[in-house]
């Protein structure tokens, strides 16, 4: 158990649609990245998220957007949805170790998103 | 670029023996981070080891351990004693140290069955 926790678990959009998803971080980290996970393959880096502002993005399209609170908790928005979006959505937040901060990533259980 | 290359989509092992699990990885930075995380049917990511580039020795974590080639790139995650309940998807990452982000680079995971 990582303390990351995402919701919802399961969704169903149509194409064109609009989704938010949401994650709580672990306490004590003020990191947050998001991937995408498309069946089969391995995630991949959407954004980052450090002190409430994008901090890092991958190689989508500007419908992906986020949010981060000051909280810490983040969201995932994608808009217009396309067939291709269908994935397991992750969030992950990481923590500094002995002051050093050594990469690793706590991940929720994901939000797995269909768009029909 | 970063590249993460897992050649081994699917590996079988009978319980209580030894498997390998292959990784290289592709970086022209000198300092970086290599991870093993273990992905169960639940979508859960769970992070297994870590070894970070300078790391002389090879990490181990009870029954993972890590053979860091440096000068091969290759970063072989070797779990002993397989047990039924490691049956999943393993994924190795790798992320460029001390840019604060959390671009975390995957390779396509290797699904690992655990055969009785």
């Known amino acids: 158990e990582t303390g990351v926790t995402q919701s919802p678990t399961h969704l169903i959009k149509t194409r064109g649609q609009q989704v938010t998803l949401r994650c709580s971080s672990q306490s004590g980290h003020n990191t947050v990245s998001w991937y995408q996970q498309a069946l089969g393959q391995g995630p991949q880096f959407i954004f980052q998220y450090y002190r409430e502002e994008e901090n890092g993005r991958g190689n989508f399209p500007p419908r992906f957007s986020g949010l981060q609170f000051p909280n810490y908790s983040s969201e995932l928005n994608v808009n217009a949805l396309e067939l291709d979006d269908s994935a397991l959505y992750l969030c992950a937040s990481s923590r500094l170790r002995q002051g050093v901060s050594t990469g690793e990533l706590f991940f929720g259980e994901g939000s797995r998103l269909t768009v029909l | 670029a970063q590249k993460i290359t897992q050649t081994q989509p699917g590996m079988f092992v009978q319980e209580k023996e030894a498997v390998t699990l292959d990784c290289t990885y592709d970086?022209?930075?000198?300092?970086?981070?290599l991870f093993w995380y273990k992905q169960p049917s639940s979508g859960e990511m769970i992070f297994l080891i870590y070894q970070g580039s300078y790391d002389e020795q090879n990490a181990t974590e009870g029954r993972y351990s890590l053979n860091f080639q440096k000068a091969r790139k290759s970063a072989n995650l070797v779990i002993s004693a397989s047990q039924l309940g490691d049956s999943a998807m393993y994924f190795c990452?790798?992320?460029?140290?001390?840019?604060?982000?959390?671009?975390?680079?995957f390779g396509a995971g290797t699904r690992l069955t655990v055969k009785p």
């Open positions: 970086t022209s930075d000198q300092s970086y981070g």
């Open positions: 990452a790798m992320r460029e140290l001390g840019r604060g982000n959390n671009d975390m680079r």
